[in-house]
């Protein structure tokens, strides 16, 4: 069909010069900054068995994976989620290595999304695991880094928000209610949706309902966390605070407290995330630009029971609120005489970059005539006497 | 403070937010006569009013470029819900209802049924949930015709007075769920304008009650 020559698919898109520096400039900063504190790369496949992460309690729906079949008919998925095939890589390739292991990556994840929603069906990933590395240690670790990597991408106006599974389950566990009723008890903190909330609770009394009823307000900073706190006497969901405000301590004493934020209705997710969880927010994104949190049941689930956490930047998301980059404009035309390619050649990688190219022209005139086409400023001709320099008026 | 924007459905949910606002003090005039403009500037208030259709509503608080948005909760079922859902407003007050030809027996045969809607996942999970298998049509206009011209056994359709299905011999045969207008935010815009938007939010909850 012709309209399939000039469209890409949807939530696809090329990017050309301006869209590539900014993206490589951010990974590229990102990326020293993981190898920095040693963590190693790893690249998996673009495609995987789509057993894989139907298998591994993944909670993507199956709608939202490109599917492809193999020549002997098994069902393939496009790779819609960095963290699980590296589970696999840490529980089969990597099980007879010491650990805790540090592993960054950087690549696509793949997702269907509905038509004409205007959400991309690939998204570059940039981000880390720390695998095999429990508690409090490896925690602080993982959002130090999380910080860390965007303020190395150059972002200023950003937070990190914690949340913790424990402090909704211990709540809702302490109501006595059936796992359906949970759900829906789940759904409405995650949705913030206050009236359907109250309507749930509804009759039940005491510290847990209560508490529930206020889940959805307490976000915000660690004062958050002195209120949550006194709102229950919940021995499981009291430790989840404990464990922030500890958390907290450690990154303030580290000066990174200014970016941390709590929201204890953080339930997202809740089946697949162990302990911590958290999300990075900054001015001018609409939606995340970082999500992470524990999994430390998910590399059991392949054999090898290694508690673990890690993060992904949505490098996309998070170039859309930096400023964009001056890209370096084309200001010579460097031409050459017979002969002279290699010495044209040396001039070139001596100019600075992106400011200088080849003319593919035999006549000085042509060159001229293609430098004007392209409204730059010189031309540099190179011949066995030398280089000569011949300056172009602006356009007339 | 942050000058927010927020979506609010054209047509009678426009009305009644107005109205609303205006009972939080809100200076609507230009919204009360906008000509052709579909953004307007509060003038007492640090809030941009876009005029947009439901579906749309959802999709600029969605991308994040309206901090909040008022809709129906027929469209947050239909259209699924990444955002936060605030607050009940208690106005555009009606019911999804399954309704069939007067007299017709829906369940009343082994053969799968075809029901006919606006809302076909709205009628599609209906369905799910009580374990019956239907197949769906999508109709735009009125649905209340599919059954009379033979394409469908029933139709799930938004229900206020029922006067329209009565005056084409329709009645409603099972109550699926209530509706009413939502005050709904976006999860970034929450956590980067927390007293704006909760200011907001209070303001219209002391204005319900």
Known sequence: ?396 | MQNLKIAVTKGRLLDESLTLFEKMGLDCKPVRNPGRRLIHQIPNYPLQVVMAKAPDVITYVEHGVCSMGIVGKDTILEQGNSFYEVLDLGFGACRFALAVMDGFDFYGDYKKRRVATKYPNVARSYFLSKGIDVSVIKIEGSVEIAPLLGLSDGIVDIVQTGGTLKANGLSVIEDIRRISARLIVNTAAMKLYKPEIFGFIEKCRASLA
């Open chain 1, 1 to 396: 069909m012709e309209i399939y020559k000039v469209n890409t698919p949807e939530g696809t898109r090329d990017r050309l010069f301006a869209e590539c520096v900014e993206k490589r400039y951010v990974q590229h900063a990102m990326i020293s900054l993981f190898e920095k504190r040693g963590y190693s790369e790893v690249i998996t496949p673009e495609v995987e068995y789509y057993d894989l992460f139907v298998k591994a309690q993944n909670p993507l729906p199956q709608e939202s994976m490109l599917k492809l079949v193999d020549c002997e008919g098994r069902l393939l998925v496009l790779r819609p989620d960095c963290t699980t095939p590296i589970a696999r890589v840490a529980a089969t390739r990597l099980k007879d290595f010491p650990f805790p292991q540090r592993l960054y990556y950087n690549q696509n994840i793949f997702r269907a999304n509905g038509l004409d929603t205007g959400s991309d069906s690939d998204i570059t990933q940039c981000g880390i695991e720390l695998i095999g590395a429990p508690g409090l240690r490896g925690d602080v670790e993982a959002i130090a880094m999380a910080i860390d990597a965007l303020c190395s991408a150059g972002a200023e106006k950003f937070h990190i928000e914690l949340g913790h599974v424990d402090f909704f389950t211990g709540l809702a566990s302490g109501l006595g209610i059936g796992k359906k009723r949970k759900d829906a008890l789940r759904n409405c903190i995650e949705s913030k949706n206050f009236a359907m909330l109250e309507d749930l609770i509804g009759s039940i009394s005491g510290g847990e309902a209560d508490c529930l009823r206020k889940l959805p307000y307490l976000f915000g900073g660690a004062e958050v966390l002195e209120e949550a706190f006194s709102l229950t006497d919940n021995e499981v969901a009291r430790s989840a605070v404990k464990y922030l405000s500890t958390i907290y301590r450690e990154l303030d004493t580290a000066g990174r407290g200014k970016y941390v934020r709590f929201d204890l209705g953080l339930v997202q997710s809740i089946d697949y995330y162990s302990g911590l969880v958290y999300r990075g927010f900054m001015e001018g994104a609409g939606t995340v630009v970082l999500a992470g949190g524990r999994y430390d049941n998910l590399i059991g689930g392949f054999g090898l029971p290694l508690p673990s956490t890690g993060f992904a930047v949505y490098v996309d998301s998070l170039i859309s609120c930096l400023p964009p980059v001056e890209i370096t404009p084309l200001e010579t035309l460097v031409h050459y005489e017979p002969g002279m390619l290699s010495e044209a050649l040396d001039l070139l990688d001596s100019l600075p970059k992106g400011t200088a190219e080849l003319s593919p022209c035999t006549s000085f005139n042509e060159t001229m005539a293609l430098a004007r086409e392209k409204g730059l400023k010189q031309i540099l001709a190179v011949s066995e006497n030398g280089i000569t320099e011949a300056k172009l008026d602006a356009k007339p």
